[in-house]
């Protein structure tokens, strides 16, 4: 099993190098591989009795200028460290996404595009992840005292996290985290390009990622799983979109909403917000990646109060 998780690590990164690099023609493989390897990636169970999420992570936004072979081992280390979060099930992105180019990009990457925010939908996902790498800024400090004063570069260093709703498109968390690394000046003149960026992303992406870990674990606990009615049996059971994929459990109870009227985005993206309450439903039988439901008996719901398309949520 170690191998196989090292493998979907190696090829999840390739996917989201390649899909912000090189374009959709070089993806289609990649996706093919992740979605074919067991991993713990896709083994997710919440360590809080919460269902876990499906969170699709995009191809890392280079606005540092690190170069492929870099942002290759930046991306490394964020799927380990995404690896280690219980509640979050990673899924990849469109084997067809690129990034629009950098001049028509929203600020920080926040809004994902329409296309992107279809596909979500249409595949249970929870949140999209956004990681954006700053450009790096230097300026100069003095150091020591006197007489022994000198000058040092400051390299400051950052990258910021975004957690989108992928139903509403709105962003629950946003953080930015920022590390410095510096050099006298004489010796940085010396100091290949390399080198440097070689201890960036071993001594200082480290702590970066850590940073953002902690802020995704706490922000990630607020986002709901919501799920949905995708078919209704003859028998009266209500079939929805997940399982023991995400850690559903049979005695499970769930709250039916309907789906709200579409509100259209100055994006373009059409939004539906959770409308008001249908009733109750309770988990029966679960699968791998859907569930059998029946209405609850306490509540004495009509099932054709029950309709496909409908939003749930696990009753608080």
């Not at 769930?254 to 373009?268: A, I, Q």
Request: hydrophobic residues 40%; contains cysteine; proline residues 6%.
């Amino acid at each position: 099993m170690a191998a196989c998780n090292m493998n979907i690590r190696i090829f999840f990164c390739i996917f989201l190098i390649s899909g912000f690099l090189s374009g959709c023609s070089t993806t289609k493989k990649f996706v093919k591989s992740i979605s074919s390897v067991p991993s713990k990636i896709t083994e997710s169970i919440s360590s809080d009795n919460k269902p876990a999420l499906r969170a699709m992570i995009l191809p890392i936004l280079d606005y540092g200028s690190y170069g492929e072979e870099r942002v290759y081992d930046i991306t490394l280390k964020y799927i380990e460290a995404f690896d280690q979060i219980s509640r979050i099930k990673i899924s990849a992105p469109p084997q067809n996404f690129t990034w629009p180019p950098m001049e028509k990009m929203p600020e920080f990457g926040v809004t994902p595009p329409h296309e992107l925010a279809e596909f979500a939908k249409a595949n249970d996902v929870d949140a999209v992840i956004t990681i954006i790498l700053n450009p790096i800024e230097n300026q100069t400090e003095p150091t020591g005292i006197w007489p022994f004063r000198g000058i040092a570069v400051q390299l400051n260093i950052s990258s910021v996290i975004n957690i989108i709703d992928a139903t509403s498109a709105t962003v629950i968390a946003s953080h930015e985290a920022k590390e410095y690394i510096s050099y006298p000046v004489d010796e940085l003149d010396f100091q290949e390009e390399d080198m440097v960026y070689e201890r960036i992303i071993k001594e200082v992406f480290p702590e970066l990622i850590t940073e953002q870990m902690a802020a995704v674990r706490t922000n990630i606990r607020e986002i709901p799983w919501t799920g949905k009615i995708i078919a209704l049996e003859t028998n009266g059971d209500l079939i929805i979109n997940a399982g023991t994929d995400i850690d559903l459990k049979p005695g499970t109870k769930l709250t039916v909403f309907e789906e709200g009227d579409g509100v259209k985005s100055k994006s373009g993206i059409q939004l539906f917000p959770r409308g008001k309450k249908v009733g109750e439903i309770i988990i029966s039988y679960v699968k791998e990646t859907t569930s059998n439901a029946t209405p609850a008996t306490d509540k004495n719901e009509d099932p054709i109060l029950f309709k496909i398309g409908q939003l749930v949520r696990i009753k608080k």
